[in-house]
């Protein structure tokens, strides 16, 4: 079975541009989660959702950041304008349950790169 | 959110057992202790999760002090393909994952 998916894996962009990466959870992961990852920090929370709801986006800047999860499958979170401080990786998660008792399944992430 | 303290970094050798030790003086009686690890380059990946009693899987096994103020993951037989980044984590009743710094684990051959 494959596992998250997420594109593209790496992405330059010039500050003040958009960018937008793409999240495939496992199938039938009613929990997707986006986590944010400077270099040589652990991963920080950004949104969670519970099929199309986002139930947690307390950690979402919301200024430039949004993030979308139409039909409660495949999600989006776009960065518009970028700022040089948003290089980082970006790593999405998902979880078969809605308890403590369930593993998330993260995939390999995309690397931001502004300059 | 519950916290949890690890050391930064430790460092051990090629087919030596690793006890990877996880403070946790703040737990409370419904949180899962969950452990992931990160190798270079990859995603976060699941290792491990207890409640009260010690467990085991093929990856490794997790003891649980009784009090549940911390815990230790134990790693067997390190290989050179368990160095990475060891993170210790109190799964609450929000269905979070809340990432600290981790311990960043060396094997030498």
């Known amino acids: 079975e494959a596992g998250v998916v997420q594109s593209p894996r790496y992405k330059i962009i010039e500050k003040k541009q958009p960018v937008a990466f793409w999240c495939n959870p496992i199938?039938?992961?009613?929990?997707l989660y986006w986590y944010r990852q400077n270099l040589g920090q652990g991963p920080e929370l950004l949104i969670r959702?519970?099929?199309?709801?986002?139930?947690?986006d307390s950690q979402l800047p919301k200024d430039r950041f949004s993030a979308e999860r139409l039909k409660g499958v495949d999600s989006t979170l776009k960065i518009q304008p970028a700022e040089l401080g948003d290089s980082a990786v970006y790593l999405c998660?998902?979880?078969?349950?809605?308890?403590?008792?369930?593993?998330?399944?993260f995939g390999q992430g995309t690397r931001l790169t502004v300059v | 959110d519950a916290k949890t303290t690890q050391p930064n970094s430790m460092e051990s050798n090629e087919e030596e057992p690793v006890h990877l030790p996880c403070n946790h003086s703040?737990?409370?009686?419904?949180?899962?202790i969950h452990w992931y690890r990160q190798l270079p380059s990859q995603g976060p990946e699941y290792v491990i999760h207890?409640?009260?009693s010690n467990v085991n899987n093929r990856m490794a096994s997790l003891a649980i002090a009784e009090d549940r103020k911390s815990s230790t993951l134990i790693l067997h037989r390190a290989t050179l393909r368990d160095a990475a980044v060891y993170y210790c984590?109190?799964?609450?009743?929000?269905?979070?994952?809340?990432f600290g710094q981790g311990t960043r684990l060396t094997i030498n051959p």
């Open positions: 998660a998902s979880s078969p349950g809605t308890n403590m008792n369930t593993e998330a399944f």
């Open positions: 199938s039938g992961h009613n929990t």
């Open positions: 703040t737990i409370s009686g419904t949180d899962y």
């Open positions: 959702y519970e099929n199309e709801e986002a139930v947690d």
């Open positions: 984590i109190l799964r609450e009743g929000a269905q979070k994952l809340v």
């Open positions: 207890g409640l009260t």
